[in-house]
């Protein structure tokens, strides 16, 4: 077998595992404290520019591996 059709195969399946772990859904934790609970959401309140600009971050560099990773299946 040639050695570059495996590491194609190899790099196709890492990018469908990528993919399923992208796209599956997150349990959110659920508190028995109201306060907690409450505490929580004020934080997530007052980080949420930075969690939108960590996020924005991470689509945009997803998005050039991805396509990275296309262009050497490709080729």
């Keep these: 077998m040639d050695n570059a059709l495996l590491q ?4 196709a399946f890492i990018v469908v595992l990528w993919v399923i772990s992208e796209f599956r859904t997150r349990a959110k934790k659920q508190h028995a404290d109201p306060a907690i609970a409450a505490a929580d959401a004020r934080e997530r309140h007052a980080w949420r520019y930075v969690r939108w600009g960590y996020r924005a971050l991470q689509i945009a560099i997803m998005v050039y591996l991805f396509k990275s990773l296309i262009q050497y299946l490709v080729a």
């Design 8 to 11: 194609k195969a190899v790099v």
